[in-house]
């Protein structure tokens, strides 16, 4: 599953030269299948323009590699509305044990994972629009059609700021508009409920519809002389709006250079937003050095370090008298005690107690209790 962590890459890119690739960077991406993939379609009628894109990095990165960069931001762009409209969808729905609102994470979720069209999302938005009325749906059209002219007037305002946006070859839509055949379609579902000058008494007498066509269509048990008479339109609009949603939630794995933009390293994820603290602590307490980079005899000269590792040879409770001694011996190897190296020990420990490794206690007064046993 891709990457959950908003799979969204900066819109602030303007030219190839921000990204600063190096020639191992510009391998790693040639490597890529969905690179490979969108090379071949693009010259598989020109032997030699391909032979160039896979060999001469310059032209690779100031030709495809632009094309492909614009791609990745149209489809993000245009998989933001599709959240949007899933949402303006979802509030016009009735609130019931059917209709169950999804928030966007799990809208998300579910395009990234198993695909839009295969998602529980996406079969409860068809289902409950079938099971609105006219006036409903004629809402919902004008709230889509809101949405949709908003996010393309942002998209215009956005290319005025980026000149001389390339078009990159083999996209179902036209990257000089964001949503201009979805707005046409809306559009067109509108006209239609306005266009029908049918009566209501004449497309109810016309049809005649069997239990299925009634079970798969809700709206054909005429909630209303205006379902009645705008059954072709509430047949439009639940085709229209369905589809209008899956070109725009298209599953990441259409798009080139996705497996640099999405990424399924679960691990990697888990360490980002679950990072193992105990873990990282006791690592930076027995190897200081590995931090630090100091020479070999540096947890002679981290206190806490050295306090720690003597602390992992005792049992539960430590002797401060012995363990003072100890401590003393690998600093000083047994020198004379002076009152700074009791100063360094007792901060130490007032350090190793604040991180939670140890503990007070009244069982043995001049000992403390450790905390923290077995490996990391």
């Not at 896979?54 to 492909?68: E, G, K, P, S, Y």
């Not at 009735?94 to 979720?109: C, D, G, L, T, V």
């Not at 009634?214 to 002389?225: F, G, K, Q, R, V």
Request: net charge positive; with cysteine.
């Amino acid at each position: 599953m891709a990457s959950l962590s908003s799979p969204t890459m900066a819109y602030q890119i303007k030219t190839v030269d921000e990204l600063k690739f190096t020639p191992s960077h510009i391998e790693m991406v040639l490597m890529q299948k969905s690179v490979i993939r969108y090379v071949g379609n693009k010259y598989s009628d020109d032997k030699e323009l391909l032979k160039k894109a896979l060999n001469d990095q310059v032209h690779f990165t100031r030709v495809i590699l632009v094309d492909m960069l614009t791609i990745v931001e149209l489809y993000q762009r245009r998989y933001k509305v599709g959240i949007k409209l899933v949402e303006a969808i979802q509030s016009v729905l009735p609130k019931n044990a059917k209709n169950q609102a999804f928030s966007a994470r799990i809208i998300h979720y579910n395009t990234v994972g198993e695909g839009f069209e295969s998602s529980q999302v996406f079969a409860q938005l068809v289902s409950g629009l079938k099971r609105l009325s006219s006036s409903q749906i004629l809402e919902l059209l004008h709230k889509i059609l809101s949405i949709l002219e908003r996010e393309e007037e942002l998209y215009q305002h956005h290319k005025l700021k980026l000149a001389g946006i390339r078009k990159p070859d083999g996209l179902c839509y036209d990257p000089k508009q964001l949503c201009g055949q979805p707005i046409a379609k809306i559009t067109e579902c509108i006209s239609a409920f306005k266009s029908n000058t049918s009566s209501p008494a004449e497309t109810k007498s016309a049809s005649v519809y069997t239990r299925r066509q009634i079970t798969e269509n809700p709206y054909l048990l005429a909630l209303s002389s205006n379902d009645v008479q705008n059954e072709n339109a509430l047949r439009l609009a639940n085709v229209s709006i369905p589809n209008i949603l899956s070109s725009f939630l298209l599953h990441y794995s259409n798009v080139p250079l996705h497996e640099i933009f999405y990424y399924d390293n679960s691990n990697l994820l888990s360490q980002s937003f679950n990072p193992q603290i105990r873990h990282y602590i006791q690592t930076a307490l027995s190897t200081p050095e590995f931090y630090l980079g100091s020479p070999e005899d540096s947890q002679a000269k981290f206190d806490i370090s050295v306090l720690y590792n003597l602390h992992l040879e005792t049992g539960r409770f430590i002797n401060l008298y012995d363990w003072f001694m100890s401590y003393n011996y690998v600093i000083s190897r047994g020198g004379p005690i002076d009152s700074g190296l009791l100063v360094r020990f007792q901060t130490a420990v007032n350090s190793l107690f604040f991180m939670g490794l140890i503990k007070p206690t009244n069982v043995k007064p001049d000992h403390i209790e450790r905390l923290t046993f077995g490996s990391f």
